[in-house]
Each structure stands twice: as C-alpha cells, then as structure tokens.
C-alpha cells in the first residue's frame, strides 16, 4: 500500500542542471530523489509540474510521488528538508494527495515570473536572479507590444529549435508588466508552455523597451511564424516558476 505525496518546492536554479534528472546526476530532481531515498530506502519515481532548464528558479514547483513508507506531511517535510541541506533546495509545503492527483497532468495553470533589473551598475545582491539591464526600458511600449502576445496563436517564432511539443499553438492567458522603482517584474499565465517560450518572448520584449524594436513588430514576427526572427533569447536567472494550479 502506498501513500501519494504532493510536495511544493523552492530552488535556485543555478547550480543545477535544470529540474529534470541527469546522467551525472546534476538535476533538481536527482537530489530530490535522494534525499527521498535517504528517508525511506525507497526509490521512487517523481512527477513535476514543470521542467524548468538550467538555471531557471523556482518558487512554486510542484511534484508527486507514491511512498511506501508511513510518515506524515510534518515529518516527511522536515526529513527531505535535512537531507537537502546545503544544496539550495527547500520543500515548502507536503500534502497527501489522492490518487488520481499528478502534478504535471491535472495542473490547469502555470505561473511565471521573469525579473530584470533597469540599470548601468552590476548586480551584487540581487546576481543570479534578475537580467541586468543597463539602457533604459520604455515600459508603456513593452506593455503595448506584449498584448499582441495574448490570446490562441501559433508560437513558432517564439519556440525553441529543441521543443518536443506536438504543436507550436497555445494560449496565453495573461502577461502583466509592473515597474517598481528599477526592477521590472513580467507575469505570465497559461495551461502550459513551449520550450523557451517565455524567455523568447522576454528578449524580444527587452528591443521594444529599448526602442530597437516598434511595439508593432511584435505582431508582424508572431504572424510570420519563423524562429529566426524572434530576438535573443532572455538569460535564464530571470526566470522564475512561481505557482500551479489545479
């Protein structure tokens, strides 16, 4: 008989290679699985709501996984919170979950945040977790251009070259750009997303703010469906998966 456990977590991304399990054991996830091996001698299989890549963070992750083992949400967090230590990997929140539960397929929901900073003097604080950037960003004109962004389109432009989804067409239902003094913080909200789709949407939101870009150009890239025209891909440490919903 196995119990199913639905964990919430935090990370930061980066040292690790991504979420998903690697061969050299790198990932988010490999440490996850051993810590849960260290509690329960059990070698389980774990389900994420979201594969998040290299040096992407995490705030709200959530995943499942069946155990054998008889424990308690209160002790099952606190063991895997001891055997995480010192990697920057916390478990926020453990509930019993049903059976039917999973984490990647009954989320209905998934929140991103990307974090920039607008200034010429480096990071020290706040490294590793916001794009530095020193040319001030016009946000009325990234907000603008963003709204083309919305809605049931074909992503192409904005699709990494390695994504395994079947299709490049998904709904975006919110992006929301708010200032607060130097740091600009873009929200983004769908069932799910392509491979590199909300960094591809931030590089090229960044040449808009810039003013190398017409807010409508936008529109006229998504439109013409070619990867080669979306602007640079925005760095990793921006980026955040907040929170899913189910």
């Not at 996984?65 to 001891?82: G, P, V």
């Not at 998934?110 to 040319?135: A, E, F, M, S, V």
């Not at 607060?180 to 960094?199: D, G, M, P, Y």
Request: glycine residues 6%; proline residues 4%.
């Amino acid at each position: 008989m196995t119990t199913r456990w639905k964990l919430i977590i935090e990370y930061d991304g980066k040292p690790f290679n991504g979420w998903q399990s690697q061969k050299d054991k790198s990932g988010v996830q490999d440490f996850l699985s051993d810590s849960i091996k260290s509690f329960s001698n059990e070698n389980v299989k774990i389900y994420a709501a979201g594969r998040t890549d290299s040096g992407v963070h995490a705030r709200g992750q959530v995943v499942h996984f069946d155990l054998k083992r008889k424990t308690d949400s209160n002790e099952l967090r606190e063991a895997l919170n001891s055997h995480l230590k010192p990697f920057p990997v916390a478990i926020l929140d453990v509930d019993e979950a049903d059976s039917e539960f999973h984490a990647r397929f009954s989320a209905i929901k998934r929140h991103y945040q990307y974090d920039i900073i607008n200034r010429r003097p480096p990071l020290t604080i706040d490294k590793g977790k916001y794009w530095r950037i020193g040319k001030p960003l016009n946000i009325e004109r990234m907000i603008e251009a963003s709204k083309y962004l919305v809605g049931k389109h074909d992503f192409t432009t904005f699709r990494s070259t390695h994504c395994q989804s079947k299709s490049p067409t998904k709904t975006i239902d919110l992006i929301k750009i708010k200032e607060i003094e130097s740091k600009i913080h873009i929200t983004f909200s769908a069932k799910s997303f392509l491979h590199n789709q909300v960094r591809s949407f931030v590089g090229s939101l960044k040449l808009v703010g810039e003013g190398k870009w017409d807010y409508k150009k936008i529109k006229d890239i998504l439109n013409k469906k070619d990867r080669t025209l979306c602007g640079p891909v925005a760095p990793p440490e921006g980026l955040s998966l907040t929170k899913v919903d189910y």
